[in-house]
């Protein structure tokens, strides 16, 4: 029989990456995941009492999620076996569950670690249940996607959901400092340029090894500094999915950074998005909503502004019609706040579900028709602009109903003023059915 490294191309001796020389050997390796692992943290607690129970890790890639896996295993004396929901179907997985009952019998546990379980469709999700519930296996599913979307509810309710974080500066720069102990090499890189180099990263672990062993293999011995180092490296994408949670994730942030008024944040994730790829159109779509929702009618012209950066986007293309959604973006963070017109529409649809098919009072009816004359269409109606003030003080909603107010201008901006009208026309409405 051929020998595996021979049928595919490779030495015993092949260089072994970086990354994977400096897999953890126990938890304590594991960086920035302090608050699952620790003494008094979830995972630190099942390994301690040696009772592990199914879960999810939820994070983002190169975070720990696999090491995580294996490092519970070893912990708690499982059997490890690892299945990639890419690569995997059921045949693999009546395999695992197969062998995993026969050692069961022998009184050895199975750890089934699924890497990117929300690949597997909902009836494959499903067959995990028996073999999860009779305790067959102990399941660990990695999930870069948020388990709420992207797996079944029963599946979720066996299992305990633990969220990973993205790897921070000091847990890049404590990788880093590990690597250059593991090579017996140094990385000749100034401190900004190491910094820059976990920003490259993206607060993925496996990527920045992957970064830091090219470093390593560059020769010269010149310390290099920012620029040199963009210069030998490419700069990565950054970590963004239009279809996924990380688009909500990131329009969120857009939409409360413009209602909390923070030009600077709301510039900011504006920025992100465009940088991930996103749609120009998309977001200024919802900058008019935005516009309409939290801005409303304390400043009129917000509305417009981004009615007008759609337009210019459309007229102009990228990245030159980029520049008037960063515009309308900086309007809608700076300009007065005001929710008093989507509060009052949403009360106003409310009644007019609950008030049914009320008819208009007759007064403010057209009589096009003589008939339409001879049912009073039309009589005592006072026209406005014939009145003192340009107001007459009509009722205009159905007679069998009594009059509502929905809309409470708040006493900011534009709507300051129109408070005070509506105040005023109030009065005399009040006075003229007296």
Known sequence: MSNLFEVAGLEKTAPTPLADLM???????????????????????MVEQKRLSSLILWGPP??????IARLLAHHTDLHFELLSAVFSGVADLRKIFDAAKLRRETGKGTLLF????????????DGFLPFVEQGIVT????TTENPSFELNGALLSRCSVLVLKRL????????LQRAEKQTAKCLLLDDDARLALCAMADGDGRYLLNLAEEVLALDGNKELDTEGLANVLQKRAVHYDRNKEQHYNLISALHKSVRGSDPDAALYWLARMLEGGEDPLFLGRRMVRMASEDIGHADPSALQTSLAAVETHRLLGSPEGELALAQACVHLACAPKSNAVYKAFKAAM???????????PKHILNAPTKLMEEQGYGDAYAYDHDQRDGFSGQEYFPGEMQSQQFYFPVDRGFERGVAERLAKWRQLRGASHE
Do not use: Y
């Open 350 to 360: 409310a009644s007019a579900k609950q008030s049914g098919s009320l008819s208009p």
């Open 23 to 45: 897999r953890p050997q126990n938890l304590d390796d594991v960086v920035g995941q302090d608050h699952l692992l620790g003494p008094d943290a979830p995972i630190g607690r």
């Open 139 to 142: 399941l660990v599913g990695a």
């Open 114 to 125: 699924v890497d990117e379980i929300h690949r597997f469709n909902r009836a494959q999700q």
């Open 62 to 67: 190169g975070v720990g999620k696999t090491s």
């Open 168 to 175: 921070d500066e000091a847990a890049m720069l404590l990788l």
